[in-house]
Nanobody
Framework: QVQLVESGGGLVQAGGSLRLSCAAS????????MGWFRQAPGKEREFVAA????????YYADSVKGRFAISRDNAKDTVYLQMGSLKPEDTAVYYC??????????????????WGQGTQVTVSS
Protein backbone atom coordinates (compact mmCIF):
# COMPACT_ATOMS: atom_id res chain seq x y z
CA GLN A 1 0.00 0.00 0.00
CA VAL A 2 2.84 2.39 0.82
CA GLN A 3 5.32 2.89 -1.98
CA LEU A 4 8.45 5.03 -1.75
CA VAL A 5 10.60 5.80 -4.78
CA GLU A 6 13.97 7.54 -4.46
CA SER A 7 15.63 9.51 -7.22
CA GLY A 8 18.43 12.01 -7.74
CA GLY A 9 21.46 9.87 -7.04
CA GLY A 10 24.50 9.83 -9.24
CA LEU A 11 28.22 10.43 -9.51
CA VAL A 12 29.66 13.66 -8.16
CA GLN A 13 33.10 15.03 -7.37
CA ALA A 14 34.09 15.62 -3.77
CA GLY A 15 32.85 19.01 -2.64
CA GLY A 16 29.87 18.88 -4.96
CA SER A 17 26.19 18.61 -4.21
CA LEU A 18 23.17 16.49 -5.01
CA ARG A 19 19.51 16.59 -4.11
CA LEU A 20 17.72 13.32 -3.48
CA SER A 21 13.97 13.04 -3.74
CA CYS A 22 11.58 10.47 -2.33
CA ALA A 23 8.11 10.35 -3.80
CA ALA A 24 5.52 8.66 -1.63
CA SER A 25 2.37 6.94 -2.82
CA UNK A 26 0.30 7.09 0.34
CA UNK A 27 -3.18 8.10 1.38
CA UNK A 28 -2.12 11.04 3.55
CA UNK A 29 1.55 11.94 3.31
CA UNK A 30 1.46 14.58 6.03
CA UNK A 31 0.92 12.02 8.82
CA UNK A 32 4.16 10.16 8.06
CA UNK A 33 7.51 10.85 9.57
CA MET A 34 10.19 10.48 6.92
CA GLY A 35 13.80 9.42 7.17
CA TRP A 36 16.89 8.95 5.07
CA PHE A 37 19.33 6.12 5.70
CA ARG A 38 22.35 4.95 3.76
CA GLN A 39 24.31 1.76 3.34
CA ALA A 40 27.77 1.32 1.88
CA PRO A 41 29.02 -2.07 0.66
CA GLY A 42 29.91 -4.32 3.57
CA LYS A 43 28.57 -1.87 6.15
CA GLU A 44 25.45 -1.60 8.28
CA ARG A 45 22.65 0.68 7.26
CA GLU A 46 23.07 3.98 9.08
CA PHE A 47 20.87 6.92 9.90
CA VAL A 48 21.33 10.11 7.90
CA ALA A 49 18.41 12.47 8.51
CA ALA A 50 14.75 12.49 9.50
CA UNK A 51 11.79 14.83 9.76
CA UNK A 52 8.76 14.48 12.01
CA UNK A 53 5.18 14.11 10.84
CA UNK A 54 3.55 16.97 12.73
CA UNK A 55 6.13 19.49 13.91
CA UNK A 56 8.61 18.89 11.07
CA UNK A 57 11.42 18.82 13.59
CA UNK A 58 14.56 17.56 11.89
CA TYR A 59 17.28 15.20 13.02
CA TYR A 60 20.74 14.62 11.56
CA ALA A 61 23.60 12.25 12.00
CA ASP A 62 26.71 13.98 13.30
CA SER A 63 28.54 12.98 10.14
CA VAL A 64 26.24 15.04 7.92
CA LYS A 65 25.13 17.86 10.20
CA GLY A 66 25.83 21.21 8.59
CA ARG A 67 26.19 19.65 5.15
CA PHE A 68 22.86 17.93 4.51
CA ALA A 69 19.33 19.26 4.85
CA ILE A 70 16.09 17.30 4.93
CA SER A 71 12.81 18.90 3.95
CA ARG A 72 9.34 17.88 2.91
CA ASP A 73 6.65 19.17 0.60
CA ASN A 74 3.37 17.71 1.75
CA ALA A 75 1.55 19.11 -1.27
CA LYS A 76 3.83 17.04 -3.51
CA ASP A 77 4.02 13.97 -1.24
CA THR A 78 7.79 14.25 -1.43
CA VAL A 79 10.71 14.40 0.97
CA TYR A 80 14.10 15.75 -0.07
CA LEU A 81 17.67 15.38 1.04
CA GLN A 82 19.87 18.25 -0.08
CA MET A 83 23.48 17.14 0.15
CA GLY A 84 26.37 19.57 -0.04
CA SER A 85 30.11 19.47 0.53
CA LEU A 86 30.02 15.81 -0.39
CA LYS A 87 32.85 13.55 0.70
CA PRO A 88 33.95 10.15 -0.61
CA GLU A 89 32.72 8.62 2.66
CA ASP A 90 29.20 9.73 1.71
CA THR A 91 29.24 7.11 -1.04
CA ALA A 92 26.39 4.68 -0.40
CA VAL A 93 22.95 3.60 -1.45
CA TYR A 94 20.51 6.05 0.09
CA TYR A 95 17.13 4.81 1.25
CA CYS A 96 13.96 6.68 2.03
CA UNK A 97 11.79 5.41 4.88
CA UNK A 98 8.37 6.25 6.29
CA UNK A 99 6.62 5.75 9.63
CA UNK A 100 3.04 6.63 10.41
CA UNK A 101 2.38 9.10 13.24
CA UNK A 102 5.91 9.19 14.59
CA UNK A 103 7.72 12.08 16.20
CA UNK A 104 10.29 10.13 18.17
CA UNK A 105 12.95 7.45 17.70
CA UNK A 106 13.34 8.66 14.14
CA UNK A 107 17.06 7.96 14.08
CA UNK A 108 16.40 4.22 14.48
CA UNK A 109 15.89 2.12 11.37
CA UNK A 110 13.50 -0.22 13.19
CA UNK A 111 11.07 2.64 13.66
CA UNK A 112 10.23 2.62 9.96
CA UNK A 113 8.02 -0.10 8.47
CA UNK A 114 8.16 1.28 4.93
CA TRP A 115 11.25 1.59 2.76
CA GLY A 116 12.16 2.56 -0.76
CA GLN A 117 14.51 0.60 -2.98
CA GLY A 118 17.37 3.07 -2.76
CA THR A 119 19.37 5.34 -5.02
CA GLN A 120 23.13 5.18 -5.50
CA VAL A 121 25.30 8.15 -4.57
CA THR A 122 28.97 7.96 -5.52
CA VAL A 123 31.42 10.69 -4.52
CA SER A 124 34.82 10.61 -6.18
CA SER A 125 38.03 12.11 -4.81
Amino acid sequence: QVQLVESGGGLVQAGGSLRLSCAASVRTFSVYAMGWFRQAPGKEREFVAAIGWSSSITYYADSVKGRFAISRDNAKDTVYLQMGSLKPEDTAVYYCAAALYREYALTVAGTYPYWGQGTQVTVSS
